[in-house]
Nanobody, 119 residues
């Protein structure tokens, strides 16, 4: 089974930057789309960004467009989320997810990494 491990979270001031990493085991991760989701306290998990296996297509939720950049390095089996101009409302646990079977569904999830943005 593919395993995902997020890292790079932390505490930053508003306007700061962080880069999250998602390390995956196996080859399946590099063959399909992956994405980032986040969940704030008391709220539902929400979609943040996605990227196809080749990196040729990316899509972001409106609230992060222009501030976040999703990328991946398939040779390293690693996905990234570069976050800039962070806002307090970005505070959440960020999860990496992958489509591992070609079904088009996110069927593999990491444990999450905490991002806290102070105002």
């Amino acid at each position: 089974q593919v395993q995902l491990v997020e890292s790079g979270g932390g505490l930053v001031r508003a306007g700061g930057s962080l880069r999250l990493s998602c390390a995956a085991s196996g080859r399946t991760f590099s063959s399909y789309a992956m994405g980032w989701f986040r969940q704030a306290p008391g709220k539902e998990r929400e979609f943040v960004a996605t990227i196809t296996w080749s990196g040729g297509f990316t899509y972001y939720v409106n609230s992060v467009k222009g501030r976040f950049t999703i990328s991946r390095d398939n040779a390293k089996n690693t996905g990234y989320l570069q976050m800039t101009s962070l806002k307090p409302e970005d505070t959440a646990i960020y999860y990496c997810a992958a489509q591992t079977s070609g079904s088009g569904k996110y069927d593999c999830w990491g444990q999450g990494t905490q991002v806290t943005v102070s105002s």
